[in-house]
């Protein structure tokens, strides 16, 4: 299968997967094997579908690897976060009950451990972005990460046995519990977020107290190490988060190592989500959003982090078209985590845009790099970053 934003879609192209609703959650608009005609494609277009998968010879390979996306864990969580938040809605002490969260994210583990292919590619699928979303994908993004660092947790949670120090469980939860707080706060303010915080003043002040509501939230139905990575889940390396913690007469920056492992983590997800959604129902490629995290925002960030994520989010996702070094075009058909700028490809024919020829991987051909995502050059993805 191939992926084609909708602006590219012919008639005559056949769906791969169905088409999702962007507006209602779960309702399917088209199915599998639907042939395409104009009036659908603009109908889909006016609706804000951002992108189709549809049939392409050739690209078979691509198959399992964006099948592996639509795990059914991942609903599950989406269904426990929404509920936790509706639940605090209506109540002015919600009484959030942490086992099914607990057993959700335990399975979740085992579907990632047990699926070589279940690769992050957040700039391909997920596209709503509602808070619920959000909290899903950090959730997500946070176990994928923290499994990829275990020998950074055992490290940083040295007092705790290596099987215990490396059980991601708790961060899962944390993930989808982030937020939580926020049902605390005056409507008005609950659309704010890292990169859109309320101006300064008394509303910053009560927005900035969202991570302590959520910690008295949960603290009481939940293992301390869950707890402290929500309350500190916007804590900054650099020192410049919150909120203050308080020694005596006197309130102080945390930093560094001072923040816990599960937070830093947190920290990272969440702001790779919000990156990726800025810029409103088109969300930034991968590529474009390591590259912010890298440079722009790497001083807030633990950089032993940043620097582990390409090898668990594709620079170059699976299914994307890339414009190489030599003036030729391909479609990213694996992902090497071990040199993720160097994926493997699936070369195209200029004239009859078909697959030419066997995969090649990049990493054999050192002086053949991608210079062009999506037919934008790299260059103007860095330059243009929000």
Same mark, same amino acid.
């Given at each position: 299968m191939l992926i084609v934003p909708i602006h590219e879609a012919r008639p005559g192209q056949k769906l791969a997967l169905g088409v999702m609703n962007p507006q209602v959650r779960d309702q399917e608009l088209l199915k599998a $094997?639907?042939?395409?005609?104009? =009036? /659908? %494609?603009?109908?889909?277009? #006016?609706?804000?579908?951002?992108? !189709?998968?549809?049939?392409?010879? $050739?690209?078979?390979?691509?198959? =399992? /690897? %964006?099948?592996?996306?639509? #795990?059914?864990?991942?609903?599950? !969580?989406?269904?426990?976060?929404?509920?936790?938040?509706?639940?605090?809605?209506?109540?002015?002490?919600?009484?959030?009950?942490?086992?099914?969260?607990?057993?959700?994210?335990?399975?979740?583990?085992?579907?990632?451990?047990?699926?070589?292919?279940?690769?992050?590619?957040?700039?391909?699928?997920?596209?709503?972005?509602?808070?619920?979303?959000?909290?899903?994908?950090?959730?997500?993004?946070?176990?994928?990460?923290?499994?990829?660092?275990?020998?950074?947790?055992?490290?940083?949670?040295?007092?705790?046995?290596?099987?215990?120090?490396?059980?991601?469980?708790?961060?899962g939860v944390a993930g989808m519990l982030h937020d939580i707080g926020k049902t605390r706060l005056p409507e008005p303010l609950r659309k704010y977020h890292t990169l859109n915080p309320p101006p300064p003043g008394d509303a910053r002040e009560l927005w900035e107290k969202h991570p302590q509501y959520g910690y008295e939230m949960i603290r009481n139905g939940t293992d301390a190490t869950t707890a402290a990575a929500v309350l500190h889940h916007h804590q900054r390396f650099d020192g410049s988060g919150f909120p203050k913690i308080s020694r005596g007469d006197s309130q102080i920056d945390m930093s560094g190592g001072q923040i816990h492992c599960f937070a830093r983590i947190l920290a990272v997800a969440d702001l790779y989500d919000r990156l990726s959604r800025s810029q409103g129902p088109v969300r930034l490629t991968n590529y474009r959003v390591l590259h912010l995290l890298k440079t722009r925002y790497l001083s807030g960030l633990d950089p032993e982090i940043v620097s582990a994520l390409p090898q668990v989010i594709p620079p170059f996702s699976p299914g994307r078209r890339v414009s190489l070094s030599d003036g030729s075009q391909g479609i990213v058909i694996g992902f090497n985590p071990y040199s993720p700028y160097q994926p493997t490809i699936k070369l195209l024919d200029p004239t009859t845009q078909t697959i030419q020829g066997p995969p090649l991987d990049l990493r054999q051909h050192p002086r053949l790099t991608i210079t062009g995502l999506e037919g934008v050059p790299l260059t103007e993805l860095e330059k243009n970053s929000p």
């Open positions: $094997g639907f042939v395409l005609d104009q =009036p /659908i %494609i603009d109908r889909l277009e #006016s609706l804000g579908v951002i992108q !189709i998968f549809v049939d392409f010879p $050739g690209l078979d390979d691509l198959d =399992p /690897i %964006i099948m592996a996306q639509l #795990s059914p864990e991942r609903q599950v !969580i989406y269904q426990q976060v929404k509920s936790a938040i509706v639940d605090s809605e209506k109540s002015n002490s919600p009484v959030i009950r942490l086992g099914p969260y607990v057993e959700t994210t335990r399975q979740f583990v085992k579907t990632i451990m047990g699926n070589p292919n279940n690769a992050m590619m957040l700039d391909v699928l997920n596209q709503s972005h509602d808070e619920v979303e959000h909290a899903t994908t950090v959730a997500h993004l946070s176990l994928v990460i923290g499994l990829k660092l275990d020998a950074f947790l055992i490290r940083e949670r040295s007092r705790l046995p290596a099987a215990v120090a490396k059980d991601v469980t708790p961060l």
